[in-house]
């Protein structure tokens, strides 16, 4: 394995996990000292994205790391956390076990997982990805997003006084 600061091959593995995604080792470069983060996954089949106009592409989980990069720019959320999540979406399309899936299907998806990691990126994607037409839908978007919470905040509240 390269290191990513210096180039040498001489690293040694400080720690493995597994995950759904696969395996991630955290390693340690023996030339320059620093420490990198590496994953493994199996190579799946090929799964087909299907466009909204009928295209047909093969999947590029590339695709939506940048999306969910650009949408949680100046976030509070670690890069590990990004990646975690594109590899769940990932892990979970192709465990459905169908070759294709739509773009709209992997669009709900990510606004979810966005939805629970953090709220102003998921308003940033849903923009984007829903193409408001104008500041009346996004205002109800975000309105949906607040009243979500507030009904969650209240399970949550009861689920504690049942205990």
Do not use: W
């Amino acid at each position: 394995m390269k290191c990513p600061f210096c180039g040498s091959t001489n690293s040694r593995v400080i720690d493995t996990r597994s995950g759904e995604g696969g395996i991630r080792r955290r390693r340690e470069c023996e030339d320059c000292g620093r420490r990198f983060t590496t994953y493994e996954r199996v190579a799946p089949l090929r799964l087909m994205v299907i466009k909204q106009d009928g295209r047909r592409e093969p999947f590029d989980r590339e695709k939506i790391l940048r999306g969910i990069q650009i949408a949680c720019a100046k976030r509070p959320i670690e890069t590990e956390e990004i990646e975690e999540l594109v590899s769940s979406i990932e892990s979970e399309l192709y465990h459905r076990g169908s070759r294709e899936v739509t773009s709209r299907e992997i669009g709900e998806m990510v606004m979810q997982n966005l939805r629970r990691l953090d709220e102003v990126a998921y308003i940033r994607f849903a923009t984007i990805y829903r193409k408001f037409a104008d500041v009346g839908d996004l205002a109800d978007e975000i309105e949906n997003l607040l009243e979500r919470r507030q009904r969650e905040e209240i399970s949550k509240a009861q689920m504690k006084l049942d205990m």
